[in-house]
């Protein structure tokens, strides 16, 4: 099989707070954060990582968390360095960091500019105070304009604005005002995605009262695909919308299902060899990361992908974007056969939610793209 693009994850695991609905691998940060030793660490594991990356282009870094905006441009300078020194970075790579408008851990965003980083995720989440603090956030609507606006005026023209919708007693002009708040700011992009209540979460233990119901989630979701439509942002995922094609080629790359490298507690990569398709994790804890770093970055066995495994990621990924994708890519992406994906798609078209147009292209009905989770587990092996 024939490489796909490649791309960088670093992962930045703590927070100043957990967030109730968050799974991600995050972890509060106290007065004795080891950031320097953590960085050495991702430095290290970085160097280590050019070994898999065997040459090929990174066309693609995202530094994610946890709260990266925690560490200071200093630090991310430091380890962006890194990763130039140990990989062949694209001249024109994306490079996305995740920040929080809190002033507590928000630096000034002209050091991250002037560090590498050329693209900022802020995570709003909301403008409205009260579901902030049901969502248990730190900032307030005040500090992400304040921390939007200070980017702009710092140079980013790269902005996305991280936003939920389906809020505990949230109504449709609720989330409309909220998302029509975001679009003044002029961001370049918006994620604008449902809050669900994932497992192992306070939410999922202890789910707030007046979650909307699903009559209400859809026309939540439709009023405001037509309000970003309206002022020139267009969908190409399922929560991504863009102007001026400024899509997040980081997160398109995963969605294509193409390669990345992962450095960083609780990081994931896939790789594709010419022996297959494979997955490998760096432990999530945060010490248990640094000792194994430090100690030579030992690691577990990484997994290769079996056909079931591979249709079911690449589906899990590419079902996502609006357009669907082409025959071709699945071939070339999983190095399985065109009539192997004509099986396999075989009850998702006759439930209706799968088509296939006359230039072998594959997308989600619109009745897929409504029920999407039922759609992707479709491929789950052995699901019926």
């Given at each position: 099989?024939?490489?796909?693009?490649?791309?960088?994850?670093?992962?930045?695991?703590?927070?100043?707070?957990?967030?109730?609905?968050?799974?991600?691998?995050?972890?509060?940060?106290?007065?004795?954060?080891?950031?320097?030793?953590?960085?050495?660490?991702?430095?290290?594991?970085?160097?280590?990582?050019s070994v898999r990356a065997d040459g090929r282009v990174v066309s693609s870094v995202f530094l994610g968390g946890g709260t990266p905006s925690l560490f200071t441009p200093s630090e991310i300078g430091q380890l962006l360095s890194a990763a130039?020194?140990?990989?062949?970075?694209?001249?024109?790579?994306?490079?996305?960091?995740?920040?929080?408008?809190?002033?507590?851990?928000?630096?000034?965003?002209?050091?991250?500019?002037?560090?590498?980083?050329?693209?900022?995720?802020?995570?709003?989440?909301?403008?409205?105070?009260?579901?902030?603090?049901?969502?248990?956030?730190?900032?307030?609507?005040?500090?992400?304009?304040?921390?939007?606006?200070?980017?702009?005026?710092?140079?980013?023209?790269?902005?996305?604005?991280?936003?939920?919708?389906?809020?505990?007693?949230?109504?449709?002009?609720?989330?409309?005002?909220?998302?029509?708040?975001?679009?003044?700011?002029?961001?370049?992009?918006?994620?604008?995605?449902?809050?669900?209540?994932?497992?192992?979460?306070?939410?999922?233990?202890?789910?707030?009262?007046?979650?909307?119901?699903?009559?209400?989630?859809?026309?939540?979701?439709?009023?405001?695909?037509?309000?970003?439509?309206?002022?020139?942002?267009?969908?190409?995922?399922?929560?991504?919308?863009?102007?001026?094609?400024?899509?997040?080629?980081?997160?398109?790359?995963?969605?294509?299902?193409?390669?990345?490298?992962?450095?960083?507690?609780?990081?994931?990569?896939?790789?594709?060899?010419?022996?297959?398709?494979?997955?490998?994790?760096?432990?999530?804890?945060?010490?248990?990361?640094?000792?194994?770093?430090?100690?030579?970055?030992?690691?577990?066995?990484?997994?290769?992908?079996?056909?079931?495994?591979?249709?079911?990621?690449?589906?899990?990924?590419?079902?996502?974007?609006?357009?669907?994708?082409?025959?071709?890519?699945?071939?070339?992406?999983?190095?399985?056969?065109?009539?192997?994906?004509?099986?396999?798609?075989?009850?998702?078209?006759?439930?209706?939610?799968?088509?296939?147009?006359?230039?072998?292209?594959?997308?989600?009905?619109?009745?897929?793209?409504?029920?999407?989770?039922?759609?992707?587990?479709?491929?789950?092996?052995?699901?019926?």
């Amino acid at each position: 099989m024939r490489p796909p693009p490649l791309g960088l994850y670093v992962h930045l695991p703590w927070c100043v707070r957990k967030c109730p609905y968050c799974d991600f691998n995050s972890h509060t940060a106290g007065d004795n954060t080891p950031r320097q030793r953590y960085v050495a660490a991702l430095c290290g594991d970085i160097a280590r990582e050019s070994v898999r990356a065997d040459g090929r282009v990174v066309s693609s870094v995202f530094l994610g968390g946890g709260t990266p905006s925690l560490f200071t441009p200093s630090e991310i300078g430091q380890l962006l360095s890194a990763a130039q020194a140990a990989l062949s970075i694209a001249s024109d790579a994306e490079v996305t960091m995740e920040a929080n408008p809190g002033t507590v851990e928000c630096g000034a965003p002209a050091g991250y500019l002037a560090a590498g980083v050329n693209r900022l995720s802020i995570g709003a989440q909301s403008f409205s105070d009260e579901l902030l603090a049901t969502l248990g956030r730190i900032h307030s609507s005040e500090d992400i304009h304040r921390a939007v606006r200070e980017a702009q005026d710092s140079g980013f023209d790269n902005i996305n604005i991280d936003l939920m919708h389906g809020l505990p007693g949230q109504s449709v002009e609720q989330a409309m005002a909220d998302l029509g708040a975001a679009i003044d700011l002029d961001p370049a992009h918006i994620s604008w995605y449902q809050l669900t209540l994932e497992p192992n979460t306070v939410f999922q233990a202890r789910p707030p009262a007046n979650m909307p119901d699903g009559d209400l989630l859809h026309e939540i979701q439709e009023h405001g695909q037509a309000l970003l439509a309206e002022h020139g942002y267009s969908r190409y995922e399922v929560s991504a919308y863009s102007r001026d094609g400024l899509r997040c080629e980081h997160n398109l790359n995963y969605w294509s299902f193409g390669d990345y490298l992962a450095a960083g507690a609780g990081a994931h990569g896939k790789l594709t060899t010419a022996e297959g398709v494979y997955r490998y994790r760096k432990p999530a804890n945060p010490l248990q990361y640094m000792n194994t770093q430090e100690a030579g970055g030992i690691e577990t066995e990484p997994e290769v992908l079996g056909d079931d495994d591979l249709i079911f990621d690449f589906m899990l990924n590419t079902l996502r974007l609006k357009g669907g994708f082409a025959e071709d890519l699945f071939v070339q992406r999983t190095g399985l056969s065109s009539a192997r994906l004509l099986a396999a798609t075989a009850t998702a078209r006759q439930r209706g939610l799968m088509e296939r147009d006359d230039l072998a292209n594959w997308r989600p009905t619109e009745l897929g793209h409504r029920f999407l989770n039922d759609l992707q587990s479709e491929f789950i092996a052995g699901e019926d």
